[in-house]
């Protein structure tokens, strides 16, 4: 069997390969999307919250107290959003770093099964020109001819 026959399967694990980790690079993004998205209506939540106050009526001092509280909660909220968004956005360069790992092999991969293509080719080549330079040789020798 030829060396790029022999690394056919080497080169469809490394393309099954890559084609998980772009999947994960996908999923990865959703992620992404859908936490900047949370705290993106987090922000927006808060800045309408503090303008229904200012709006309204006077508060009491115990309205200003739970509203003072609340908005307290909010940016703590907002704030670990604003990590958990860090943290997705860290796990999307990991899974992009995996995929270029993954598509640096397999182009390597291909790269090497046709240059040994190549070189069966030009193996292939001398072999069929000898066998043709002989054909005259064995024809004189023989008597015998031969059909390609």
Same mark, same amino acid.
């Given at each position: 069997?030829?060396?790029?026959?022999?690394?056919?399967?080497?080169?469809?694990?490394n393309?099954?390969?890559?084609?998980?980790a772009?999947?994960?690079?996908g =999923?990865?993004? /959703? @992620?992404?999307?859908?936490? @900047?998205?949370?705290?993106?209506?987090?922000?927006?939540?808060?800045? @309408?919250?503090?303008?229904?106050?200012?709006? +309204?009526?006077?508060?009491?001092? /115990?309205?200003?107290?739970? =509203?003072?509280? =609340?908005?307290?909660?909010?940016?703590?909220?907002? &704030? /670990?959003?604003?990590?958990?968004?860090?943290e997705?956005? +860290? /796990?999307?360069e &990991?899974?992009?770093?995996?995929?270029?790992?993954?598509?640096?092999?397999?182009?390597?991969?291909?790269?090497?099964?046709?240059?040994?293509?190549?070189? @069966? &080719?030009?193996?292939?080549?001398?072999?069929?020109?000898?066998?043709?330079?002989?054909?005259?040789?064995? &024809?004189?020798? +023989? +008597?015998?001819?031969?059909?390609?």
């Amino acid at each position: 069997m030829k060396k790029s026959k022999r690394l056919l399967p080497v080169q469809k694990l490394n393309k099954m390969r890559e084609d998980d980790a772009a999947k994960m690079v996908g =999923f990865a993004r /959703q @992620e992404v999307i859908k936490q @900047e998205e949370q705290l993106q209506g987090l922000i927006q939540y808060r800045e @309408e919250y503090q303008a229904s106050i200012t709006v +309204g009526s006077s508060p009491t001092g /115990q309205q200003l107290q739970d =509203f003072h509280s =609340f908005l307290i909660s909010l940016n703590i909220a907002i &704030d /670990q959003q604003e990590s958990k968004l860090l943290e997705v956005r +860290g /796990q999307l360069e &990991d899974t992009i770093n995996q995929w270029e790992k993954a598509h640096g092999k397999l182009k390597v991969m291909s790269k090497l099964i046709t240059r040994y293509e190549a070189e @069966e &080719d030009v193996c292939e080549n001398r072999n069929e020109q000898k066998i043709i330079d002989d054909l005259p040789k064995r &024809d004189k020798a +023989g +008597g015998q001819q031969f059909k390609l």
